[in-house]
């Protein structure tokens, strides 16, 4: 039988085993190609990259709503006149044994296009008692040292703002802002022969701005500042100056919830008639935030 393999029918051998493996070869290729073809199928249909105008996650809303704690060191003196019997400046920490507390915060916003409407509304209330260190005179009365005292501040700040983005990108926007913030504050002292009160509500109109970056596309820091200062030459019967700066930074975790860690500080001297307040709270605060 080997004898019969003649080189002719050796050559012949060799190109049918040549043109069989070749055959299988492309068959293998198409099979793999197919199963390349049909996995990649779904993973470029999950893959949808953000357009150029695509917004970071967080800014596609109508509606928003915030609540907060915050827990701000305080400094707070009051004084107060009454038939012309001018009063003492009175510390809230040192005469009156006030200590920090926290308040909540809650905030609303409806937006359309590059116009905001916030309303957000801070309710701050310090109640304590204390052993006066020494005499002081408050609403034409004095309280002696010595003497125990039951005291209360209740300021309540209700601020209502409009807000106008005049440059929106995609990583952020810079905007102003106007707003007024309706401040009433109630004050009383109580010892066991006297108790006096005084309170003192105004209107007072701020202006300011408002600047907001993505530093990720869902996580922002945004820096507003708002003020005005009333020079007491203008004769309205309130002068004074109200600051308020509040920078925060925000993690959204879809376009409909976040949250948000802050430090803010508010600043304000207030006079009205004779009476005055020079109110200033800073610190850190913490928050969610919800959308539709």
């Avoid at 009063?87 to 920090?100: A, M, S, W």
């Avoid at 408002?210 to 200062?229: D, F």
Wanted: net charge neutral; charged share 20%.
């Amino acid at each position: 039988m080997l004898a019969a393999f003649t080189p002719t029918r050796l050559t012949t051998f060799r190109e049918t085993l040549r043109v069989m493996l070749t055959r299988r070869s492309v068959r293998l290729y198409s099979i793999l190609t197919a199963l390349l073809a049909c996995s990649a199928a779904p993973a470029l249909a999950q893959f949808q990259p953000r357009t150029l105008d695509d917004p970071a996650t967080g800014e596609k809303f109508h509606i928003e709503g915030a609540a907060s704690i915050w827990a701000p060191a305080a400094d707070m003196t009051i004084r107060s006149e009454q038939l012309g019997i001018q009063g003492d400046l009175i510390d809230l920490k040192q005469d009156l044994g006030l200590t920090d507390q926290k308040f909540n915060v809650l905030e609303l916003m409806l937006k359309g296009g590059h116009h905001k409407l916030r309303l957000q509304r801070l309710p701050v209330v310090y109640e304590q008692e204390a052993i006066m260190k020494r005499t002081v005179r408050y609403n034409g009365q004095n309280y002696s040292i010595g003497l125990p005292v039951q005291s209360k501040l209740a300021w309540t700040q209700t601020h209502l703002s409009y807000e106008y983005d005049f440059l929106v990108k995609n990583r952020g926007f810079g905007g102003v802002v106007l707003n007024t913030t309706l401040t009433e504050i109630d004050e009383r002292l109580a010892s066991p022969i006297i108790t006096e009160f005084a309170h003192v509500k105004a209107p007072v109109p701020r202006i300011g701005g408002i600047a907001r970056v993505y530093v990720v596309p869902n996580i922002s820091i945004t820096t507003e500042i708002t003020g005005l200062n009333i020079p007491p030459d203008l004769d309205l019967g309130v002068s004074g100056k109200y600051i308020d700066v509040d920078v925060y930074g925000t993690v959204n975790f879809t376009n409909n919830i976040g949250a948000k860690v802050g430090y803010r500080k508010i600043n304000v001297n207030l006079v009205v008639d004779n009476d005055e307040g020079n109110f200033e709270m800073k610190g850190l605060y913490f928050g969610l935030v919800a959308r539709y």
